[in-house]
């Protein structure tokens, strides 16, 4: 029986590292002095040269510093749940796989809510001739089944779908659609059918 030498190997695929409220996090670790509401004042009047009590100022601080953490969460591998939704990529969609071992496109097309179900359409274009086509076959509107391919596309990093008139036989999907698609089959094991969610 060999047992983990470290934390990290105990923790290694089995904890998900949450931040949440990262604003409350540094008032109450870093500047404690933060708590109060006149140490709050004394921040944005002395540090921050304001001349009215807002927390506005502090919009392009929190947002730079949410910049960073979803920039390196991308390049490292790391899901991230958007607040107020229970949907992210767990470790687990491929298993005996981190995520940071999924190969691009994929790592990049799975992070986000409801990524799955976005591949899951994906797959289920692949086998109609237009957008419309596979949204009428889903019963959904056209405009709602492109949104989930640019979203999609955007995490991709490229174009999935094409969109132009295609000499007969040819594929709907681009070069990066078929890798995606095949990515998603080989390490996901998602395959399109009926009831696509």
Request: proline share 9%; glycine share 10%; net charge positive.
């Amino acid at each position: 029986m060999t047992l983990p030498s470290t934390v990290a190997d105990v923790l290694a695929d089995r904890v998900a590292f949450e931040v949440e409220c990262i604003d409350r996090m540094y008032r109450s670790v870093y500047v404690p002095q933060l708590q109060r509401e006149l140490g709050l004042i004394g921040y944005l009047r002395g540090q921050l040269g304001c001349t009215v009590s807002s927390t506005a100022p502090l919009a392009p601080v929190t947002g730079a510093f949410s910049a960073a953490v979803r920039g390196f969460a991308r390049d490292h591998g790391i899901p991230i749940r958007v607040r107020g939704s229970s949907i992210y990529m767990p470790a687990t969609s491929a298993p005996g796989i981190h995520p940071r071992d999924l190969p691009e496109p994929l790592r990049s097309a799975l992070i986000g809510p409801r990524a799955r179900s976005r591949l899951h359409r994906l797959l289920f274009i692949a086998g109609h001739p237009s957008i419309t086509a596979a949204a009428q076959a889903l019963g959904i509107w056209h405009s709602a089944l492109h949104h989930q391919v640019v979203l999609l596309e955007r995490a991709s990093g490229g174009q999935l779908v094409n969109r132009r008139l295609r000499p007969g036989g040819t594929t709907i999907l681009t070069p990066l659609g078929r890798q995606l698609c095949q990515q998603a089959r080989d390490y996901l094991g998602i395959w399109p059918g009926p009831g696509t969610p």
